[in-house]
């Protein structure tokens, strides 16, 4: 299933980037199956993660202890705004 999910989505994610449409789904009910065979769901994820610059603002001494501390300040952002959004 971690296969079919991968190719899914990047296929997805292909069709994005190319602004091309993404064919609907099809219901069960669409399907002739033949005996002892069978339907399985597969689940795609989808996000844009292409990376964006955007300039912030912190104060000096802030910016003296990320530097000291050796934190990765978009890591710690992204972070901060994953929890705050409640998302992945």
């Known amino acids: 299933m971690y296969m079919a999910q ?22 069960f009910g669409e399907f002739e199956m033949a005996q002892g065979k ?8 989808i996000k844009d993660n292409h990376t964006v610059k955007r300039t912030v603002s ?14 990765n300040l978009s890591r710690v952002l992204q972070d901060a705004l994953k929890e705050r959004l409640h998302v992945g």
Request: charged share 25%; net charge negative.
């Open 6 to 27: 991968s190719a899914l989505t990047q296929w997805i994610e292909y069709l994005i980037d190319k602004k091309q449409s993404i064919p609907s789904a099809n219901s």
């Open 58 to 71: 912190i104060p000096k001494w802030m910016d003296d202890q990320v530097i000291e501390s050796g934190l």
């Open 38 to 45: 069978f339907i399985n769901l597969i689940r795609a994820d």
